[in-house]
Every structure is written in structure tokens, then in C-alpha cells.
């Protein structure tokens, strides 16, 4: 027999005598599962000459076991990784589109440096730590603090320095910079008096918005190689993977006892369930299916972890 919590609990306050109750006392309870957006599974359509015709599921491929109810429909699939069993949507964005941490340095191997809040290549000085950010599509900030950005000087030679002052209107293209990366290049371009110059460097190392590109001839050298702290690229829109991760967990280690970096990453893959309702088999030409991992020890494979 089973007890409705709520009043097993009244009747041990009211009594010490227990009231059992029928199976008929207890109410339904109903679960529902909430996704942002649906997945199309990666499938083909097999046909015949007599009409018959069935889709041929990657999920589904060496299953395990299947269970079929008048209600649902349960299947124990074979270890699979999760990017075999979707459709690819995702796409590659570019460095330009999104946010990248990096140092950069000249084609001839030296890094940005910073000295005083002036910028040039190479020698002594801090070097650069440069945060991309972008404003719109390949339009970016470069920002080496929360505060602190390159800005071009107004005047020619319009000489690239930090700074923490806040620029609007016309003035603010003094801190933006149309970015462009290719063939593991990158180059900055931005807006002068002069009309468009990219950031480059001369024989005193001194970098400025002074670049460009006469008749196949560069004036002065605006390429730079990013040495990326962050991906060059990310992956948008779905990318399913299931990942064992591991997190810095030294407490002796006080550089990453706030942190959260990661200090190990390994994909693996696992045994899936997969669930639908059955009623939509048979009515719908398409059946919305719940996906869950089946492995819940420390880690996917279901085995502890020694390291």
C-alpha cells in the first residue's frame, strides 16, 4: 500500500496511529520536459517499387534493446556519440563575429608591447594582451582591460596608444577597427583624416594607423599573427557532444583556486534512451523524441576517474 505524503504526515501529528490509504487516494502526477529548439535527426528516406517506405535513423542503428507499450515507446541504444545521431546546422564564425583573447606580433616574430600606454613592436615593455570585441559584423573594439582600449591619435601620424577616455559621435572611429583574418593573418583597419589606414609598423617600431596598399604595393607592414589565449573560431548553433571535463580542484594552487579553468577534456560516448510516445507514431508524420544519457556515475563510461 502507499501513503499521500501530505496526509501521512497530518495523520502522525494528529495520531500516533497510521491511516492507510487505497492506491485509488493517490493523485496523478505529470512531468514534462522543456527544450529550447528542435534537432532534426540525421536519417534517410529507403523506398521500394510497391510504395512501401521507412526512414533509416543513424540513432537506431545496433540498438540494444526496445520496449513497446500501448503508451510508449523505449529504446536502449548501442555507445554512440552524439554528433553521429543529429543532422549538422552548426557553422564556423570567424574571430571577426565574436569576442577572442590573443596576443599578436609582427610577420617578423616579434609580440605588441605596451610601455607608458604606447603600443609598438618588440623590445622591452609588457606585451599586449589584447581582448577583440566586437560591435557589429567585423567591427571591433581591442581592449587590453575592462577599461582600457586602442585609440589612434587624431593628428597624423595618428599614433596608436591606451587609453580609458570614453569617445561618441564621429570620434569613436578613433577606437574601432574593421578586422579582417585570413590565412592566419590578421590586419586592423580603421577611419583617419586621410580616409582608411591599417595599423602597421615602420623602422622605428612604432605602431600606427599609417598602412595601406597602393597598386599591389603595401606601405608599411599591417599584418599581424594572432597568438590566440581563446579559440580563433567557435562552432554556432547546436554541437552536441557529451564531454568528460575537469576542472583545476588544486588547493594548494592558488592561481586557479577561483578559477574555473579547464584542466582536462575528453569526449566519450555513451548508450542513449530514447522515448516517444507511441499514439504519435501512429498518427504523426514527424514524433518529437526525448534523448537522455544513460550513464550517471562520475563519469559517461560509467567508471571512476583516478587522475
Do not use: W
Not at 517499387?49 to 526496445?66: E, S, T
Not at 555507445?79 to 564556423?92: A, P
Amino acid at each position: 500500500m502507499l501513503y499521500p505524503l501530505g496526509e501521512l504526515i497530518n495523520s502522525n501529528m494528529e495520531s500516533s496511529a497510521v491511516q492507510i490509504h487505497s492506491l485509488s487516494a493517490l493523485f496523478p502526477v505529470n512531468f514534462t520536459y522543456k527544450y529550447n529548439k528542435e534537432e532534426k535527426l540525421s536519417g534517410q528516406l529507403a523506398t521500394y517499387n510497391n510504395g512501401f517506405g521507412y526512414y533509416k535513423h543513424d540513432l537506431f542503428d545496433n540498438f540494444q534493446d526496445a520496449s513497446l507499450s500501448k503508451k510508449n515507446l523505449l529504446v536502449i541504444t548501442d555507445v554512440k556519440h552524439l554528433k553521429t545521431i543529429f543532422d549538422k546546422d552548426s557553422e564556423s564564425v570567424s574571430v571577426g563575429n565574436i569576442s577572442g583573447c590573443t596576443f599578436l606580433k609582427a610577420v617578423n616574430g616579434k609580440y605588441l608591447c605596451n610601455l607608458n600606454n604606447d603600443v609598438y613592436v618588440g623590445g622591452i615593455g609588457e606585451k599586449l594582451f589584447v581582448n577583440i570585441v566586437p560591435i557589429t559584423k567585423n567591427i571591433v573594439e581591442l581592449k587590453t582591460t575592462k577599461t582600457r582600449r586602442l585609440q589612434i591619435d587624431k593628428e597624423y601620424p595618428y599614433t596608436a596608444r591606451l587609453s580609458e577616455e570614453v569617445l561618441d559621435g564621429e570620434e569613436v572611429e578613433r577606437q574601432r577597427f574593421e578586422i579582417d583574418f585570413k590565412d592566419g593573418l590578421m590586419s586592423f583597419k580603421t577611419k583617419t583624416y586621410e580616409g582608411y589606414r591599417f595599423l602597421s609598423y615602420g623602422m622605428d617600431r612604432v605602431v600606427r594607423a599609417v598602412g595601406l596598399m597602393l597598386n599591389n604595393t603595401t606601405v608599411n607592414p599591417y599584418f599581424f599573427i594572432p597568438d590566440f589565449v581563446s579559440e580563433s573560431s567557435i562552432l554556432y548553433n547546436f554541437d552536441a557532444k557529451t564531454t568528460e571535463i575537469k576542472y583545476f580542484n588544486e588547493l594548494a594552487n592558488t592561481d586557479n583556486r577561483t578559477t574555473v579553468n579547464i584542466k582536462e577534456e575528453q569526449e566519450t560516448n555513451t548508450n542513449l534512451l530514447v522515448s516517444c510516445s507511441t499514439k504519435d507514431i501512429s498518427t504523426l508524420n514527424t514524433v518529437s523524441v526525448n534523448i537522455a544519457l544513460t550513464k550517471t556515475n562520475f563519469s559517461s563510461s560509467g567508471s571512476y576517474t583516478v587522475k
